[in-house]
């Protein structure tokens, strides 16, 4: 049986817990698989990444992580 989520991909959410607490934005993904959420410009991180085709470059990239649905609440309206 598939998990259900009162929050889906384009809600507007609040971040109740962790290093971005009080920001609100919208959700990009919803990862039922390990009850996380992405939400768009929170819980940033750098990640290296190598040389391809696309990016000739490598180097740093910024990236959204997932946050945990327990840390998220629904900004209704």
Known sequence: MAKKFKIKKGDTV?????DDKGK????LKVL???DAVIV???KI????VKPT???KEGGFV????PIHISNVKKVEG
């Open 14 to 18: 609040t971040i109740i817990a962790g």
């Open 24 to 27: 609100s934005a919208e959700v």
């Open 32 to 34: 039922t698989k390990k």
């Open 40 to 42: 768009a410009g929170c």
């Open 45 to 48: 991180a750098k990640k290296a």
């Open 53 to 55: 085709e696309e990016n």
């Open 62 to 65: 910024e990236k959204e992580m």
